[in-house]
């Protein structure tokens, strides 16, 4: 299998600022970001401590952003690589402004929202590089392109073009020529993006569940091997790790399932 690779020291993501040296505890190997969704600064931290040696990263979204803001996101955090998961959507210049605001907390990844066009792309991509003009290491920025909670018959209900993977095609194309580093999008798609979108292009991936474990919310899934297999370089996994009973055993039966 060819490696897309997590997280290399000295990569596009990890050169310079305080935190770099987060970056040498996400190996190569290790593409598992552990989906954090909670709003619990208590649970959170908990769940951070028993999982961060196993994974390769920690997701955190709005709902844990918004609840307790970013000193909260930094403690809990620690020295292990981050996930910072927004995804923003507005005019370009309140967007950028945002991708200055978090600059500071050196997050791994942000992600925005393709839906915004282009320029609202090119103004986050343009902030991050700014950012890490002032020496703040140089966070990975995203796109959201078709949310794994919807489906063909979603898209339609609010005037988008089907099927799935057709606009996911189109968005991950655009925030390309946008100046992004990559792109959110469901297993489904990851065969098809890599091919549109040659190895550099990161493909950060959700919607992954280990063989036997509950769906939830996820219309379009897949396991973790399934998903590295086709392309996928950041595995995004939530309540198969945080809802086990032991999560460090689940996160280590995952990546024990990677082979790693």
Same mark, same amino acid.
């Given at each position: #299998?060819?490696?897309?690779?997590?997280?290399?020291?000295?990569?596009?993501?990890?050169?310079?600022?305080?935190?770099?040296?987060?970056?040498?505890? #996400?190996?190569?190997?290790? $593409?598992?970001?552990?989906?954090?969704?909670?709003?619990?600064?208590?649970?959170?931290?908990?769940?951070?401590?028993?999982?961060?040696?196993?994974? &390769?990263?920690?997701?955190?979204? =709005?709902?844990?952003?918004?609840?307790?803001? $970013?000193? #909260?996101?930094?403690?809990?955090?620690?020295?292990?690589? %981050?996930? =910072?998961?927004?995804?923003?959507?507005?005019?370009?210049?309140?967007?950028?402004?945002?991708?200055?605001?978090?600059?500071? +907390?050196?997050?791994?990844?942000?992600?925005?929202?393709?839906?915004?066009g282009k320029a609202m792309m090119a103004a986050a991509a343009n902030a991050a590089e700014e950012a890490a003009s002032r020496g703040l290491r140089r966070m990975q920025i995203v796109g959201v392109t078709v949310l794994t909670s919807l489906n063909d018959a979603d898209l339609s209900s609010v005037g988008q073009a089907g099927p799935t993977l057709d606009q996911a095609r189109r968005l991950a194309a +655009?925030?390309?020529?946008? &100046?992004?580093?990559?792109? @959110?999008?469901? $297993?489904?798609?990851?065969?098809? =993006?890599?091919? /549109?979108?040659?190895?550099? %292009?990161?493909? @950060?991936?959700?919607?992954?569940?280990?063989?036997?474990?509950?769906?939830? /919310?996820?219309?379009?899934? #897949?396991?973790?091997?399934?998903?590295?297999?086709? &392309?996928? /370089?950041? =595995?995004?996994?939530?309540? $198969?790790?945080?809802?086990?009973?032991?999560?460090?055993?689940?996160?280590?039966?995952?990546?024990?399932?990677? &082979?790693?």
């Amino acid at each position: #299998m060819e490696d897309h690779g997590a997280v290399t020291t000295g990569s596009k993501g990890c050169r310079g600022g305080s935190r770099a040296v987060a970056c040498r505890a #996400m190996t190569k190997t290790n $593409p598992i970001l552990c989906a954090i969704d909670t709003g619990d600064a208590a649970a959170a931290s908990l769940l951070a401590g028993a999982v961060g040696d196993h994974v &390769g990263g920690l997701k955190l979204g =709005l709902e844990f952003f918004l609840a307790n803001g $970013p000193a #909260m996101v930094r403690k809990v955090a620690g020295t292990t690589p %981050f996930f =910072l998961d927004l995804k923003l959507h507005d005019i370009p210049n309140t967007v950028a402004g945002a991708v200055r605001s978090v600059a500071p +907390l050196e997050p791994l990844l942000l992600t925005i929202h393709c839906g915004g066009g282009k320029a609202m792309m090119a103004a986050a991509a343009n902030a991050a590089e700014e950012a890490a003009s002032r020496g703040l290491r140089r966070m990975q920025i995203v796109g959201v392109t078709v949310l794994t909670s919807l489906n063909d018959a979603d898209l339609s209900s609010v005037g988008q073009a089907g099927p799935t993977l057709d606009q996911a095609r189109r968005l991950a194309a +655009l925030a390309r020529e946008a &100046g992004l580093d990559g792109v @959110v999008c469901s $297993p489904h798609e990851v065969a098809a =993006l890599r091919r /549109d979108n040659g190895p550099e %292009f990161r493909l @950060v991936v959700p919607g992954i569940r280990p063989a036997g474990a509950a769906a939830d /919310d996820q219309k379009r899934k #897949m396991t973790p091997r399934q998903a590295r297999e086709a &392309g996928a /370089d950041y =595995l995004v996994i939530g309540r $198969p790790i945080t809802g086990a009973a032991d999560p460090a055993a689940a996160a280590r039966a995952i990546a024990a399932e990677l &082979g790693l």
